[in-house]
């Protein structure tokens, strides 16, 4: 008797524990059902926030392939996931849709949405970009741009914004050196030397022949044609654009001079981007800002292989000497004058100033 209840008891507590069992199951499938309801809702909100799909349109003089282009794919599939695959980013590379000053044209016409611009194209919609890069020989190290930009780039933004662009993120390409037919040593040496200046850059041009050197104002796929048909002698630019453009084969010579930061950033019209739902804005700046960081840390490590590079296949290397570079920052602070107010407005020249030696009294 007593072992036949201990049976149905044994029963009993077996069909409790797969009754149980079951209810855990079903319990475990409405949860996942529940959960994959929910990611389906947030997508569809996240979507339907969006009235149409957007196509944004990115003009760069950045290489195809280049690991300024690699970093802007990063950020646009980040932005296709953040705005639940309703906006898609088009990247055009080389300068395929002109110049900076085509290109930023084109934005102001509604046929680019985005630009990865230097200094020189930002300039074109507010002048005072410039600040941060027309100051050759200003700065005495990358981490002294990096003061300066971090302090000043709210104000810098607050004015792009008057003029209907948002700034998503700055960053540069590391030092612009010489790159010359024949040795460029000392500044008199340029100006026996056709020099290549930006096409659109008229102001900067007006400087440069004041000073009495022979800018010729190109677009940036003119300058190799241009080396190797001696319609110029010297670009200024950095050793990684020198080594993808191929500058060095016709320009073999490099003064190894600090002269100037190549400064930039990301710029998007307003109009694109208040098109974007205020929920997804932050993600989207976020993505820009890592791809800004990375653009700059991979551009200055690149310029130092990049010379390595170059130097095996014939590029020689100037050191620049005590005598050569004193005479080069005479030459740069003779023009300050010239750039103060007409190319850079005179209250941001002087901020600049002021935060270089705010930077410098605080590493002493």
């Not at 044994?10 to 309801?37: F, N, V, Y």
């Not at 230097?118 to 507010?126: N, R, W």
Request: hydrophobic share 40%.
């Amino acid at each position: 008797m007593k072992q036949g209840c201990h049976s149905e008891r044994s029963e009993e507590s077996q069909l409790s524990d797969e009754t149980t069992e079951t209810l855990r199951c079903a319990q475990g499938d409405k949860l996942m059902k529940m959960k994959m309801i929910f990611s389906c809702v947030l997508l569809l909100s996240v979507a339907t926030a969006w009235a149409a799909p957007l196509r944004i349109k990115l003009g760069t003089l950045a290489p195809k392939d280049s690991s300024p282009h690699q970093s802007l794919k990063v950020m646009g599939e980040q932005w296709k996931t953040a705005s639940g695959g309703a906006v898609t980013l088009t990247i055009y590379t080389d300068g395929t849709q002109g110049g900076e000053a085509e290109m930023v044209r084109r934005m102001r016409i509604g046929q680019l949405q985005a630009g990865l611009f230097t200094a020189t194209g930002l300039g074109m919609i507010d002048e005072s970009i410039s600040a941060l890069q027309i100051l050759p020989m200003g700065y005495r190290s990358l981490a002294e741009l990096d003061y300066v930009r971090q302090k000043m780039g709210p104000k810098l933004e607050a004015r792009l914004a008057q003029k209907g662009f948002v700034a998503l993120f700055w960053t540069d390409a590391g030092w612009v050196k010489f790159f010359s037919r024949r040795p460029a040593l000392f500044p008199d040496d340029l100006r026996s030397q056709k020099l290549f200046a930006w096409a659109g850059d008229n102001k900067t041009l007006g400087i440069m022949k004041a000073a009495g050197y022979q800018p010729i104002s190109l677009e940036t796929a003119d300058i190799l044609p241009g080396l190797n048909t001696g319609l110029i002698d010297v670009v200024p630019t950095t050793p990684f654009y020198a080594l993808v453009g191929q500058f060095y084969g016709p320009a073999p010579h490099m003064l190894d001079i600090n002269w100037a930061p190549l400064f930039g950033g990301l710029v998007l019209t307003k109009k694109t981007w208040d098109a974007f739902p205020p929920a997804t804005q932050t993600a989207f700046r976020e993505a820009a800002a890592k791809a800004g960081d990375e653009i700059r840390a991979q551009l200055r490590k690149e310029n130092d292989e990049a010379v390595e590079a170059m130097k095996k296949r014939g590029l020689i290397v100037h050191a620049l000497t005590p005598e050569a570079e004193a005479a080069w920052r005479q030459m740069a602070e003779s023009i300050y004058p010239k750039i103060r107010g007409p190319i850079v407005p005179a209250d941001l020249f002087d901020e600049v100033q002021q935060l270089l030696q705010e930077y410098r009294v605080g590493q002493k």
